[in-house]
């Protein structure tokens, strides 16, 4: 059994990723910790304690963490997922999230496991994990994979036309992350642009009978008329099955400077890898959508 910590800002798409691994047996989750991004941190931590309910799964704690990016004073949030961030369904009501930092149990976990026994996946801006990494450098090595939803590199952004939201929402911390020397996997838009919803697919969440069923088919209607793609489920499906997925060695650095490029992810490749430019990421360019689908409904069925 994968231990995973999901390090997310629900979100609808975050939602549909803490609901894959909840409905997954061979993933454990040790934690979620939340940030503000999608919406405000305060919205983020009690979504996710809400997600982490409706599937059930009540004894999984939620933290949460950085209110702001570390470069910016306030939060750069949006609206595509609704003022609630959950498009408007009612998910239930939620317990209290758990006290403490996110960052600092981001820490606690990684140091109280054995190195290289947790999978950190992150599906939002990156504040809580640079955090994390510079109260306690070397931090983010000891995670066996660090997993991250973000970036752009050889497709536009979807912020900006240089930049994707989660590195444009904390460009510092994304640079930060990447260059921390963990074992990371990225899938960037270059990916997730493949990660399609079909109008069939989310409607057969409502025939599976169940409340999460019927909640994600909610979450999904109101968000697949902006953006109908499967951002974040992608790193935890890749834990699930590393088949669907098709990478690249890379090098990848973050503008990190304010101004018109803030954000944009500059990557080397093949034999534009060099000394100077070792690669650090393993980027995700192509996925199986079709077995992507069917891996997220049939996780998904199984929850209550």
Known sequence: MKQIIIDCDPGIDDALALLLAAGSPSLRILAVTTVAGNRPVATTAVNGRKIMDLAGRREV????????????????????????????????????????HAANRLIELLLSHPPHSIELVATAPLT??????????????????????????????????????????????????????????????????????????IESFNQLGSVCGRAAAGMLQAY??????????????????????????????????????????????????DDAHAANALAMTAVRNDALLELVRSAIGSLP
């Open 61 to 100: 704690p939620v933290y949460a963490g950085a209110a702001r990016p570390l470069g910016y004073a306030e939060a750069r949030c949006n609206l595509v997922h609704g003022e609630d961030g959950l498009g408007g369904v009612d998910v239930g009501d939620a317990a209290l999230v758990q006290e403490g």
């Open 128 to 201: 809580n994990l640079a955090l994390a990494e510079s109260l306690s450098p070397g931090i983010l090595r000891r995670a066996r994979r660090l997993l991250v939803m973000g970036g752009a590199l050889r497709f536009p952004g979807n912020i900006t036309p240089a930049a994707e939201f989660n590195f444009y929402a904390d460009p510092v911390a994304a640079e930060m992350v990447l260059a921390a020397g963990a074992n990371t996997v990225l899938f960037p838009l270059d990916v997730t642009s493949s990660a399609i919803m079909t109008p069939a697919w």
């Open 224 to 273: 697949a008329e902006l953006d109908p793609l499967l951002h974040d489920a992608c790193p935890v499906a890749y834990l699930l099955d590393e088949t669907l997925f098709t990478g690249e060695p890379c090098h990848l650095e973050v503008d990190w400077r304010p101004g018109v490029t803030a954000g944009h992810t500059l990557a080397w490749f093949g034999e534009q890898i």
